[in-house]
């Protein structure tokens, strides 16, 4: 891959996006405010110190196609963003957006976007408390892209980092892992007939987080999205310099998912999830925590594996698979799905 110029891969989500942007702000000095949290933890969101401790995260969306079963780009630019601060520990309560659309987009269409959008705030008891609107000439941009700010309450809880995952924890998802990878991925190689009944899990994971919050022992929280589970889990490994080994029997995946994984060549675990969350717990609560989500509805969460200390493989996830043998579960590299969210 050429270091000269940016390329799809670079937004993907890998380990081609992350090399990126440390290397696009290794110069930064201030990279955080007192002692909260900022660019140093590479995570999705920050934390600004203030009487209830502010937890903050941006994103942009450009997700193709704008409309897919289970969604659409404004439906996905709220709930991206929400959950971004969800899984840091905070409640979001404020919103601002931002919408650059393309000369001649109609404006049916931009009302559904944006009518999917208020929605999912507005069922979140989000405020939405400023925007901007932008409009691009025609061929300048592809269709319209949304950029969302959500802003989240910590008060007196607890901060979960995705470099605090502990020896002997369990690994949790809260559902199936893949689902929203797997439609936009079919719908861009024009398959979309092989999808069936399987549409996008995009969904604010709030609730999880809140009953999560409950349990003393959670100690890291994630929501696999670009690179899917396999980032998450190596985020994971490589933050906090331990081993993750995963079950591959044990990782919930859908039919329909393993079906059009196996027809397209991709490994389910890169796919993206737009509703799930990933969880590292202390192994006394694992069982509990599990039963509780699918007590409220989240019927396929499931422990999938296990932190250790081992100094031969810390760092790096380790899957072991039906077939009974071990492999490197490493970092998504290449574009995987380009335009994803």
Known sequence: MSEDIVVLAHGAGGKENEDLIKKLFSKVKYKRINNGVGLEAFDDGAVIPTGNNIVTSIDSYTVNPIFFPGGNIGKLAATGSIN??????????????????????????????????????ESEKIAIVGGDLKVMPKGKLDKIIIST???????????????????????????????HGAVITALQMGIEAEIGNLVSDCQPVTKVMRIA??????????????????????????KSNLTIEIDEELIPIRDEVKALSEMLGIDPLILASEGKVVLSVDPEIADELV???????????????????DK??????????????????????????????
Not at 158 to 179: E, F, H, N, Q, R
Not at 213 to 238: C, I, Q, W, Y
Not at 296 to 305: D, K, P, T
Request: hydrophobic share 40%; proline share 4%.
């Open 84 to 121: 971004d601060v969800a899984v840091m520990g905070a409640d979001p309560i404020a919103a601002l957006d931002s919408i650059i659309v393309e000369e001649g987009f109609p404006i049916s269409d931009l009302l559904k976007i944006v009518d999917s959008m208020i929605e999912v705030f």
């Open 149 to 179: 700010v959500v802003i989240g309450k910590l008060g007196d809880g607890k901060i979960y980092l995705d470099s605090k995952a502990k020896p002997g924890d369990k690994i949790i998802v809260s559902g199936t892992i893949g689902d």
């Open 213 to 238: 919050r409950d349990f003393e022992g959670v100690h890291a929280a994630k929501d696999p999205t670009r690179g899917g589970l396999a980032m998450s889990l190596n985020e994971f490994a490589s």
């Open 291 to 309: 039963h509780a989500l699918r007590k409220n509805g989240y019927e396929y969460a499931s422990i999938i594996g296990h932190v250790r200390n």
């Open 312 to 341: 031969d493989w810390n760092g790096l996830v380790l899957l072991r698979t039906k077939a009974g043998g071990i492999r490197i579960l490493d970092k998504p590299t290449g574009e995987i799905t380009p335009r994803i969210c």
